[in-house]
Structures are given as structure tokens and as C-alpha cells.
């Protein structure tokens, strides 16, 4: 493999000439530039991003630690760092804490041994622990997204959960719905719980009572729709309606509405959550809130990348609005 010296014995100038070429980090002349770019290709010449990264103290890489989950929601939000990251000749290293907080500290110390110029945490399952391996790294920048509060200092993306389960819950109403069930994420998560708030919003200006056996907390996942559906066929009475905190949630409320002959939205109307691809392609095809999934992730690029730049600027919160998307799976009564 060619060297730096290779390349300047080839140009016939100095090691320090062919640095400042490759690293434009000084004027050269087009006349000696031409000739050393002639000569690092005439040679296959690559720079050691190594030895770069150890003079800039940059890696240009970024550390994304991401929850484990069937939720589509995932892949779209990571596609959008991957491609911010990509527009901004950054690496991206991805790592599964698989909701763990020993996997997270491993993988943390697995991120900084590589040194990556910063951190990307989407491990909601997370929230509300005390994350010793921050107490060790407080000066690495870090951007969280739709956590709550966190121990250590970082920047914060997330959508405006409470409009999202509001204007959910006002479109049914709007469509005279009054019965109105709620299938919520877990409540010790702020984005579920931002969500039910919206909910019960929406009732009360409505003049519409919260009736409890209709409010059935589940996981965020096919499955805990599933059974929370099953769940609410035993309280005495089906609403016409329901709130589904995900679109993944809402998947499995359809299956187990179509496996006991409910039919959506003839029987029983339901609106989702987040808007994940496949909404569009379920039958009937979902009415849902949708969030920005792509901007989500590719604006927590853009918001680690500042903090990289000026690590004493306060830290930000961005907040990004959601926005209803209507299909077939609500009617009018």
C-alpha cells in the first residue's frame, strides 16, 4: 500500500506539501496540487483515516444505540440518520441494547473505544433508568430521542406526543364517535404517556366521560394489541371507537377483531399512531397520526453534529409536529 512518501517522492515535493493537499489545511498552487493528486492516483494512494482522525481528533463517526423491536417505526427512523450521516461524509457504527442496561454500557464502551464523535440513544425502554456508564461520560455529545427527562446532559428530539393523541381523539369525535376505548404504550414511558394525556384532553372538551374499563395499557407491539383487544371484548360493553397508541398495536387489534368476525370500521373504528409504512397497506387501510419518522432521525444528525462543533452551547429540545393521515379504518355514525 502507498505511502504519503511514496506519493511525494513520486510529485517531487515534500511529505508536508502532500498532507496539505490531501487535507487542504494550507494553499498550494494548482500546478503542485495537480501534480500530487496525479501522483496519488497514479499510485492508489489512500489517506489513513486512523492517522486523521488522530491529528483532527475526529473520527467523523457516530455512535446509534437503538432498542430491539418489530415496529417498522425503528427502521425508518434509522434510515434517516443513516442518510444525514451519509450527505454528511459521516460513518454511522449501530448498536442493539436489546432494552438492557449492561448491553448499553457495553456497547457504549465498545462506541468510545472506537471513538466516535458522538452519541445517538433510541432505547425508550430505557427511560427513567439511571444510566451509570453517563456518569463516566459526560463530556461525549449525546442526543437522545422521545425520552423524558435524563441524568446526563444531552439534546433532545421528539414529536409533540400530546397534539398527536389529541387530534387523534378529536377526529373520532368528530365523526361522532362518543364511546371511545384508548389502547395505550407503557405508561412509564413519556411518549405513551403524552399520548393518553391528548387523550383524555380531547374527552373533556368534548363533555365525554373516561370510562376505565376501556383504557387498556399494552407494549407498544402487534401482540399487546392483540391481547388488549381480546381484553376489552370482555368489559360489558364495545366502544365504537378506539385510540390506539401505534400503528403496530393497531395491527394486531385488526387481527383479533377479524378473528372473532368484528369487522373495521363497520363494526368498530379504529385510528393508530406514527404512521409506519405499512399503514397504508393494512385492511382496511389505517387512519393514523402521522410522525416524522425520516426528519426525526436525520434532524438528530444535524442537531449532534452542532453539539460536536460547540460543546458549551446550551442544550436544545426540538419538537416536531405530527399530522393527521385519513384512510378507511374510521366511519361516521
Known amino acids: 500500500m502507498a505511502s ?14 502532500v498532507s496539505h493537499v490531501i487535507n487542504k489545511s ?3 498552487s494548482e500546478e503542485i496540487t495537480e501534480r500530487v493528486l496525479k501522483a496519488a492516483k497514479q499510485l492508489n494512494y489512500s489517506p489513513s483515516a486512523l492517522a486523521r482522525s488522530l491529528k483532527t481528533n475526529r473520527t467523523r463517526t457516530i455512535g446509534l444505540l437503538l432498542t ?23 460513518n454511522l457504527i449501530l448498536c442493539n441494547s436489546e432494552g438492557d442496561e449492561t448491553r448499553m454500557k ?9 471513538r466516535v464523535d458522538g452519541l445517538i440513544l433510541l432505547c425508550s425502554t430505557l427511560e427513567g433508568q439511571h444510566l451509570d456508564v453517563f456518569d463516566c461520560y459526560k463530556d461525549i455529545p449525546t442526543v437522545v430521542m422521545d425520552w423524558g427527562d435524563t441524568h446526563f446532559p444531552s439534546d433532545k428530539i421528539k414529536d409533540n406526543s400530546h397534539l398527536g393523541g389529541y387530534m387523534a381523539t378529536q377526529y373520532l369525535i368528530e365523526h361522532g364517535h362518543k364511546k371511545i376505548a384508548c389502547i395505550t404504550g407503557p405508561l412509564d414511558r413519556q411518549q405513551a ?9 380531547a374527552l373533556k ?22 391481547e388488549a383487544f381480546n381484553t376489552l371484548l370482555a368489559s360489558s360493553e364495545l366502544p365504537s371507537a378506539i385510540f390506539v397508541c401505534n400503528d403496530m398495536m393497531a395491527m394486531g387489534v385488526i387481527n383479533a377483531a377479524h378473528k372473532k368476525g368484528i369487522r373495521v370500521p363497520e363494526d368498530i373504528s379504529l385510528i ?17 397520526i402521522h410522525q416524522p419518522k425520516f426528519r426525526l432521525g436525520s434532524t438528530a444528525v444535524d442537531t449532534l453534529l452542532k453539539r460536536i ?24 355514525i
Open 68 to 90: 430491539t423491536s418489530t415496529n417498522p417505526f425503528f427502521a425508518e427512523v434509522v434510515k434517516g440518520v443513516e442518510r444525514r450521516c451519509y450527505e454528511q461524509n459521516y
Open 193 to 201: 404517556q403524552q399520548r393518553f394525556n391528548g387523550f383524555k384532553q
Open 272 to 288: 393508530g399512531y406514527d404512521d409506519v409504512d405499512i399503514a397504508k397497506y393494512m385492511v382496511p387501510a389505517l387512519t393514523t
Open 26 to 28: 494550507r494553499y498550494v
Open 4 to 17: 504519503m512518501k511514496d506519493v511525494a517522492k513520486l510529485a517531487v515535493v515534500s511529505t508536508s506539501t
Open 309 to 332: 462543533e460547540n460543546k458549551d452551547a446550551l442544550l436544545k429540545q426540538v419538537q416536531l409536529e405530527p399530522t393527521l393521515v385519513i384512510r378507511n379504518s374510521v366511519k361516521t
Open 106 to 114: 457495553a456497547s457504549v464502551n465498545t462506541l468510545l473505544e472506537r
Open 205 to 226: 372538551e368534548a363533555g365525554l366521560a373516561l370510562q376505565q374499563q376501556w383504557i387498556i395499557p399494552s407494549n407498544f407491539e402487534c401482540d399487546g394489541g392483540y
